[in-house]
């Protein structure tokens, strides 16, 4: 994560060859020539660094720069996520296995609708907790979470060979993971 500050100037990164004829060479390979550069720094990166983004060529340096100021959340993001989600999760795994699975022919037209629902609220409270920090692996960290809280119960579900009571938490699974991934990208 420590990267060289922007302050190499061309003269760092060009030798000058017989005649005077100056060369400029990539800041990262000075046995490269190039004639390219990055467009934010304006430091001359080979093709091989240039890295094409919606913008235009940028050096690595700056796309890191860029990744870095948009995920904001720092590590004890994960575990706080893991903390508002993991209970959460645990929670509506029992509400859809013992409640809305006993609500007979019902209880799959309820899940589909509740299940983007819930996974939504357990995003919503993630959000909230890190401060709407944007995290690189949240969205993953929170998915997991659903994943183990639900996991349990369609075991149980499983033991008990309830193979119709699985599908309101294996909906649940489904289209809550779907919702997390999406809300929290
Ligand atoms: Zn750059
Ligand atoms: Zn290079």
Redesign the pocket.
Known sequence: MSETP?THTDEEHAHTVEEGETVIVCYRHPDTETSLR?N??G?PICTKCAELTPVGY??P??VREQQDKFYTGGNLDYVIAVVVALPLSFIAGAVFTFIIAGLGFFSWIISFFAAPFTGGLIAEAVRRAVGRRRSRYLSTVVAACLVLGVAPFILFMLINGNLYGLIPPGILLFFGVGTIVARLR
Do not use: G, T, V
């Open positions: 922007h990055c934010r720094c430091k940028r050096c340096d700056c």
